[in-house]
T-cell receptor
């Protein structure tokens, strides 16, 4: 079945370390998104990509980086510059039915 | 400024009772409207969506939503809540365009169902 796979599901990081969250889709969707979720704040857009080798900053891109070398993959790197990285991270793609389809999320905890 | 408001942070209902979750938006034009549900520690699942046409939209799991242009609202309803409906619900909007689709989410309403 087609879907979005996010890994790892849980990740612990020490302060000052960069970490990369994986997002892979086999839906053949062009546009992909990364959201951050914090309690009581809904989902906030970090980065999005409409096509391979192109991506744009969202509302809270500082301290994050992405790449889009393949249509199927849109990894997110949380850098040491991100001041408060502990959060739930969601990857999504825009479907032909004109809606967002989400992965299961990755929870990052900074120790 | 464009915004999506879910005024109720937390709602508690008894199993079998009816449910209405509120969503209001502030946009210059009528956006596309969505309701998503999220179980703890999981991704979001689409319940229903509205683009145009009939203002009463049916979704999965027995949910429906009504678009009211005059009130800029898109409230979610269910006639009889089941314990498995306990989750967090998000309203989302997007202004249709030919290019990038920026989806804006409300802050969510957490639903608790009591026996």
């Amino acid at each position: 079945d087609g879907g979005i796979t996010q890994s790892p599901k849980y990740l612990f990081r020490k302060e000052g370390q960069n970490v990369t969250l994986s997002c892979e889709q086999n839906l053949n969707h062009d546009a992909m998104y990364w959201y951050r979720q914090d309690p009581g704040q809904g989902l906030r857009l970090i980065y999005y990509s409409q096509i391979v080798n192109d991506f744009q900053k969202g509302d809270i891109a500082e301290g994050y980086s992405v790449s889009r070398e393949k249509k199927e993959s849109f990894p997110l790197t949380v850098t040491s510059a991100q001041k408060n990285p502990t959060a739930f991270y969601l990857c999504a793609s825009w479907t032909r039915g004109l809606e967002l389809f989400f992965g299961e999320g990755s929870r990052l905890t900074v120790l | 400024a464009q915004s999506v408001t879910q005024p109720d942070i937390h709602i508690t209902v008894s199993e079998g009772a009816s449910l209405e979750l509120r969503c209001n938006y502030s946009y210059g034009a009528t956006p596309y409207l969505f309701w998503y549900v999220q179980s703890p520690g999981q991704g979001l699942q689409l319940l229903l969506k509205y683009f145009s046409g009939d203002t009463l939209v049916q979704g999965i799991k027995g949910f429906e939503a009504e678009f009211k242009r005059s009130q800029s609202s898109f409230n979610l309803r269910k006639p009889s809540v089941h314990w498995s409906d306990a989750a967090e619900y998000f309203c989302a909007v997007v202004l249709p365009s030919g290019g990038y689709q920026k989806v804006t989410f409300g802050t969510g309403t957490k639903l608790q169902v009591i026996p």
